[in-house]
């Protein structure tokens, strides 16, 4: 105390004092090639060649040199403006749905100036659900900011990555519909999409944790609860909650609008052997008689709608999965005990028709292999298009001269209707008919 004294001021001299893996640093940096960076393999090594010294020097002793790792770099800070941004991304978890744990797709929406958060979770995540979270998230906003920030994913991206991305059509259209537009970060710059970083680290320990649920609505139901109680508390870095800064920032959203179409995708499929149709695993049942024909899926949030042309043959619930399962109506399976059909309703159809149409339409399904279905629809799709007396002479030259090539039948009406319909001046015609 009386030497610092006698100094006669405050600073702290500085000590001059070499490190003891100072003259062994060329010995260092040899081992530490050799031994791939590993510092604990690197003092084994030392020690075994009599090197007197201790893994915490060594290990300062490369931190102050800076070697085997870089510096830590800072963390970039953004400032944003009421309005201004939301990001959007997805985060694998896992969840205990139905009594089983399985892998979820959390797909997160935040406000970076009010950090309001919503998110969902799905069983996959592809362009169809992404449509459906932003549309459902900016309904629980009521409102869009004017830039969406998102990572370079495929679902959003045609070509392109950070400032030269450039959307897909589909969802550009999509956000323009809302008044927003898509925008990317920079690969590696994972700082820049921190508001929506974040939050899925909250959401894994706090949301998933120690929760089971009965299916994908009721974890989505409770999704929405947890929402309001997040944005409704009250934060010290925020000095109020997201709900207040939300009320401030209200004004300078974009408003949705007036009205919000429902996010749907088509698919086409075959009925199957059994009578359903698939969609994600899922099996739909449809009427019976449909076996074999081409359907058109309609995919919505909560409902598959089957179409035959304009016609609705089938509506369902939507599945909500990753396990398979079969959904099926009484009114679409035939009742018990009831015989098939012998013959199919194209078949009835001709049999109802003229003479000539139904002698020919028995004929052909005479020649055709097996119960000439394909044929016999053939047939049916020539009557219906065509005018009924032009049918009715081709195939009776047809059936005369046992011509069961419907491509030539119909080649046959064409002609017919040419004569009888389209007759020109001095093509067979009298001057009274010209005039």
């Known amino acids: 105390m009386r030497k610092i004294l006698s100094w006669g001021t405050p600073d702290v001299p500085h000590l001059d004092r070499a490190s003891r893996a100072e003259p062994h640093k060329g010995q260092i940096l040899e081992l530490l090639v050799q031994c791939k960076g590993n510092l604990v393999r690197v003092h084994e090594e030392l020690l075994a060649q009599g090197v007197s010294l201790s893994y915490p020097a060594l290990t300062a002793f490369c931190r102050r040199h800076s070697i085997g790792h870089e510096p830590p770099r800072p963390a970039g800070h953004y400032d944003f403006g009421p309005g201004q941004e939301m990001q959007h991304d ?8 139905a009594g089983a744990e399985q892998r979820i797709e959390t797909a997160s929406l935040v406000l970076c100036y009010s950090r309001m958060l919503f998110f969902q979770c799905y069983p996959i995540f592809n362009r169809f659900h992404c449509k459906v979270f932003l549309t459902d998230a900016l309904s629980y906003l009521g409102a869009a900011a004017a830039v969406c920030m998102i990572d370079n994913t495929h679902l959003v991206v045609a070509s392109g990555t950070g400032h030269d991305m450039v959307p897909a059509p589909e969802m550009a259209a999509f956000a323009d519909r809302f008044g927003f537009v898509f925008r990317a970060h920079n690969k590696g710059d994972a700082n820049r999409s921190a508001r929506v970083e ?45 709900r207040d800064l939300f009320a401030a920032e209200r004004q300078l959203l974009r408003p949705l609008p007036a009205y919000v179409p429902e996010v749907y995708a088509l698919h086409h499929r075959i009925v199957d052997i059994e009578g359903y149709v698939n ?63 012998r013959t199919i309703p194209e078949e009835q159809e001709l049999l109802q028709a003229e003479d000539r149409v139904r002698e020919y339409a028995m004929a052909l399904k005479n020649h055709s292999v097996g119960r000439g279905t394909l044929a016999l629809r053939r047939l049916v799709a020539l009557y219906r298009e065509y005018p009924k007396d032009a049918v009715g002479k081709a195939v009776a030259t047809a ?6 090539d419907l491509d030539r039948v119909e080649r046959l009406i064409l002609r017919t209707i040419a004569k009888d319909y389209f007759v020109l001046p001095g093509r067979g015609g009298t001057d009274d008919d010209d005039e």
């Open 198 to 242: 974040r939050p899925f680290r909250f959401i894994e320990g706090n949301f998933l944790a120690g929760r089971s649920f009965t299916d994908f609505d009721d974890l989505n139901r409770q999704a929405v609860a947890f929402c309001d109680k997040v944005n409704a508390k009250t934060r010290r870095h925020l000095h109020g909650s997201a």
């Open 90 to 97: 997805t985060s694998p978890h896992r969840a205990k749905i």
């Open 399 to 404: 059936l005369e001269y046992r011509l069961f």
């Open 279 to 341: 969609l994600d695993r899922h099996r739909y049942s449809v009427p019976y008689a449909l076996i074999g024909r081409q359907l058109e899926l309609r995919e919505s949030k909560d409902r598959v709608d089957a179409y035959q042309g304009p016609r609705l043959v089938a509506s369902h619930r939507k599945l909500v999965g990753r396990t398979p399962a079969r959904l099926s109506l009484p009114e679409h399976r035939p009742p018990r005990g009831q015989a098939r059909p």
